[in-house]
């Protein structure tokens, strides 16, 4: 392992995945990426994302194209069910840049701007449909057997295959498995009201609604809902279940999103699954990164950002250092951080479900952002 890598295959071609393999091009690293669907694609939610996300997009040059086709604004307001302004929790100021301090995005167009950047850096051999059937470690290099009948040797092959990742599976058999939170989300897209310019939030006893714009027209609608047990939810019963759940907010804002829901609306809905591997998150010649390492609940709206920054960390590292001594440093860069927004997220999602402490609630969010405005 003191070899520096030069050849690097990339499992799954999540915002995680896409990430690692354009940093690797922009430091000359050749690059394999697998991804398992056919079509590459993303289901239709909005994706939250802060200041330090926004960073990661000016890294890997992609900021100008979310600029021009997702929603960039500053600051988050708490408020009562009744649509009083509790609190404004002022966007943390990303020091001597001219990044906004947060924004949304459909996570489609995202994707679709990721591959492209993917694509377009050049080097990056991309199979879609395919994935690995076997990783054997040897001294100098690991060999990879795919499904698509290759079979090739890299210097480090990075697990970017998300939540339930079959890398984490035959690599690290004793890695927790993901623990259901007690909570789900539902998520809807909305016409954005001209007053909808940031994330706003009703705080309710144990359920939370937000709204986010991800466009100029549009907004998407969240509902965290304290649900103790993870069972099937009809799909047929998502708009009543939804309604109901918006019905104790007074506020009119809340009402009128309640009247616009209906058959037509495509809802979503999901469990809250998270789960956080002891470090180190490498053995051998094989890490993992993003979701398959530290998956958090959505509370900080930062899962992508941290994934998206494992990509960047290791790319600086694997160019200046040899394997060992890369994955050590980046395991030093990254824990901290991915653990306090796992664990943050885990803490917020805990007062939400029990109605706990408000301004505990407030106080965490805001703390955590600024953590995460540090440098990476
Ligand atoms: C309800 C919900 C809301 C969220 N909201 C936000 C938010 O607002 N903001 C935010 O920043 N984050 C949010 N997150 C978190 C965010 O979605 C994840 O952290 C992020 O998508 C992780 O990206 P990833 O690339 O690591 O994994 P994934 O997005 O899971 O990507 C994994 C990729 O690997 C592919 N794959 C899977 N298995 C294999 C295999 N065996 N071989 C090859 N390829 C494979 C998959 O097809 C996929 O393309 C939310 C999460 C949830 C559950």
Redesign the pocket.
Same mark, same amino acid.
Request: negative net charge; aromatic residues 8%.
């Given at each position: 392992m003191n070899n520096t890598a030069k050849k690097v295959l990339v499992?799954?071609?999540?915002?995680?995945?896409m990430a690692t393999a354009i940093a690797l091009r922009q430091q000359n690293i050749a690059v394999d990426l697998?991804?398992?669907?056919p079509e590459?694609r993303v289901y239709g939610?909005?994706?939250?994302?802060g200041g330090a @996300?926004l960073r990661t997009f000016q890294a890997l040059g992609i900021l100008d194209e979310f600029l021009r086709h997702g929603f960039a604004g500053k600051d988050t307001q708490l408020c009562a069910p009744d649509g009083a302004l509790l609190v404004t929790l002022p966007t943390p100021d990303l020091t001597g840049t001219a990044i906004p301090g947060n924004g949304a995005i459909m996570r489609p167009v995202l994707a679709r701007i990721m591959e492209r950047a993917t694509r377009d850096i050049g080097g990056v051999d991309i199979r879609l449909g395919? @994935?690995?059937t076997a990783i054997e470690q040897g001294a100098d290099s690991v060999a990879v057997s795919f499904s698509d009948g290759l079979r090739r040797r890299y210097d480090l092959v990075v697990g970017?295959?998300?939540?339930?990742?079959?890398?984490r599976e035959a690599v690290f058999p004793h890695a927790p498995k993901p623990s259901y939170s007690g909570q789900a989300?539902w998520?809807a897209v909305l016409p954005r009201p001209d007053e909808i310019t940031c994330t706003r939030i009703w705080t309710g006893l144990q359920t939370k609604v937000g709204v986010n714009p991800v466009s100029a027209e549009q907004m998407y609608l969240f509902v965290n809902e304290h649900r103790p047990r993870n069972e099937f939810v009809d799909p047929a019963t998502f708009v009543a279940q939804l309604q109901d759940l918006l019905a104790p907010f007074p506020a009119p804002l809340v009402q009128w999103m309640r009247a616009q829901l209906g058959e037509h609306s495509s809802i979503i809905y999901?469990p809250?699954e998270g789960m956080l591997m002891p470090r180190p998150w490498y053995q051998g010649r094989v890490l993992l990164?993003?979701?398959?390492v530290h998956? @958090?609940t959505?509370h900080l709206?930062?899962?992508?950002?941290i994934?998206i920054e494992d990509g960047l960390v290791l790319a600086e590292e694997l160019a200046g250092a040899p394997l060992e001594q890369a994955l050590e440093r980046f395991m030093e860069r990254r824990w901290e951080r991915c653990r306090m927004v796992v664990e943050n997220s885990m803490r917020l999602g805990e007062i939400e479900k029990c109605g706990g402490d408000k301004a505990e609630h407030a106080r965490i969010m805001q703390t955590s952002f600024q953590a995460l405005a540090e440098p990476i």
């Open positions: 499992i799954g071609g999540g915002f995680s995945g697998v991804e398992i669907d590459w939610a909005g994706l939250s994302l @996300t395919c @994935t690995f970017a295959d998300g939540l339930f990742s079959k890398v989300v998520r999901r809250l990164i993003g979701d398959a998956a @958090t959505p709206g930062s899962g992508a950002c994934g």
